[in-house]
């Protein structure tokens, strides 16, 4: 079973900052994908990639898939307090399956 | 715009008791799917479908089952509930003939607490 692991596990930053976060694993995936999920709502897709070494640009939000197709990185320039909530990553393993990380839950503070 | 309804946002119930989880989507989508999802540890899949009256397990189905009648309605039951089943149950539904592959559009949930 493949497993993503996401960092951090809880950011909080002030309105305006630069963040990064993380989903890695071990193993590779045909493609990722990136949601997030705002408090008593379920998850809404922001971005597929599925080219290694891919980079998608969504306004403020920069998306990155490793060259090895093994991890990605979600870049949010100048946070405003509507980027809060929970991003999760989910990897899809050629059609067999499909996996969620845990999530990285942000707060941006005004 | 894609509309995925769950029956129930908070659900209580006590152990041993049958629940059923009710989802249903507008879209004319294929595939349906239900998630459980606990701090930490992420969406878990529990059972999808990619037809009608078709079924498929995913990585955790024991304690669950499953029913889709209609192409446009997926249930979801615990036959009999225990503490453990306490969380937030997420239903999607996706377009495509492949199973998990494409983008899923989820409904809000339902936060299930067993007693």
């Known amino acids: 079973t493949q497993l993503l692991e996401q960092s951090p596990q809880f950011l909080s930053i002030q309105e305006g900052e630069n963040l990064t976060v993380y989903c890695n694993s071990s193993?590779?995936?045909?493609?990722l994908q990136w949601y997030r999920q705002e408090p008593g709502e379920g998850p809404v897709l922001l971005v597929t990639?599925?080219?290694?070494?891919e980079v998608k640009k969504l306004k403020r939000l920069t998306f990155q898939f490793g060259d090895a197709r093994k991890d990605s990185s979600l870049h949010i320039t100048a946070a405003q307090p509507g980027d809060t909530g929970l991003y999760l990553c989910?990897?899809?393993?050629?059609?067999?399956?499909?996996?969620f990380g845990p999530g990285t839950r942000l707060s941006v503070l005004p | 715009d894609v509309k995925v309804t769950q029956s129930s946002r908070y659900l209580v119930k006590r152990t041993g008791e049958k629940v059923f989880l009710e989802c249903v989507q507008d879209?004319?989508?294929?595939?349906m799917f239900w998630y459980r999802q606990d701090p930490g540890l992420g969406l878990r899949l529990i059972y999808f479908?990619?037809?009608?009256?078709?079924?498929e397990k995913g990585d955790i189905p024991e304690g669950y089952s499953v029913s889709r009648e209609k192409k446009e309605r997926f249930s979801l039951i615990l036959e009999s509930a225990s503490t453990n089943q306490t969380s937030m149950y997420l239903c999607?539904?996706?377009?495509?003939?492949?199973?998990?592959?494409?983008?899923?559009?989820f409904g809000p949930g339902t936060r299930l607490t067993v007693l």
């Open positions: 999607a539904s996706s377009p495509t003939g492949l199973a998990v592959t494409d983008t899923q559009y």
């Open positions: 193993s590779v995936f045909s493609s």
């Open positions: 990639v599925v080219t290694g070494g």
């Open positions: 989910a990897g899809d393993n050629y059609g067999q399956n499909f996996v």
């Open positions: 879209m004319d989508h294929e595939n």
């Open positions: 479908s990619y037809d009608v009256k078709m079924k």
